[in-house]
């Protein structure tokens, strides 16, 4: 797990890796956003391992701990179902799939804003970086968070979609319940595994795509 800036430039490697094996297959444009998540956790790591540096060097400049914050409480509420509408064109699925996207908007929104008008403070402990404000608030949106995140995942028709939620809940959970302080940090072990099932859709979604482009060759023949 991240508790370094080496642990963290490592996994922002590892999984840049993976993300850009993701990407070179050219995934169908329904499934890009779902594509993107390896590169986004890998650049997310990536910022870490700056704090980290610069924690350790001293002060850590302001817009760092704004960046990765941005991304672990505000982006991905919003960005998970979004990346699941799109690939899910079935109309049973949509409308618990809004529903989803709306909570997660408004936890975005609500985290957003504790993010504009409440100052951050980082400092490392055993298990991570602690990121800290002095509102006790955004804790309390932590299960509506997790919905945003995990349920839509788990209304897909694609197993690896379904997997990725599996091991995103999971992690959620482990994370919560041994490194409570330090869950904003303490994911870098969970989004790999998340971004190898990622690379696995994309592949698999690919070449379904293209069995049934050659058997609409042959019965075309």
């Not at 993107?36 to 890998?42: G, H, M, Q, R």
């Not at 540096?53 to 672990?72: E, S």
């Not at 995942?153 to 999971?170: E, K, W």
């Not at 990622?198 to 070449?207: A, N």
Request: aromatic share 12%; proline share 5%.
């Amino acid at each position: 797990m991240c508790f370094s800036a080496a642990a963290s430039f490592t996994a922002a490697a590892v999984i840049g890796g993976v993300g850009a094996a993701t990407l070179a297959q050219k995934p169908k444009p329904k499934d890009v956003a779902f594509a993107a998540i390896p590169v986004i956790f890998a650049v997310h790591q990536a910022i870490e391992g700056a704090i980290w540096l610069n924690l350790h060097h001293g002060a850590v400049p302001y817009p760092l701990i704004v960046a990765y914050l941005f991304v672990a409480q505000v982006l991905w509420p919003a960005y998970i179902p979004l990346s699941v509408i799109a690939m899910e064109p079935k109309r049973r699925r949509r409308p618990a799939l809004w529903v989803l996207l709306a909570a997660g908007l408004f936890v975005s929104g609500a985290l957003a804003f504790i993010l504009a008008q409440h100052h951050y403070t980082v400092t490392a402990s055993a298990n991570g970086l602690r990121y800290a404000t002095d509102l006790e608030f955004e804790r309390r949106l932590l299960e509506l968070y997790l919905l945003g995140v995990v349920a839509p995942l788990f209304l897909s028709r694609h197993r690896y979609v379904i997997a990725f939620g599996a091991a995103t809940l999971i992690g959620a959970i482990v994370t919560v319940m041994a490194f409570y302080y330090a869950a904003a940090s303490v994911w870098c072990f969970f989004s790999a595994l998340a971004s190898v099932l990622v690379f696995l859709h994309v592949r698999q979604s690919r070449r379904i795509g293209g069995v049934s482009k050659s058997s609409i060759h042959i019965e075309a023949a």
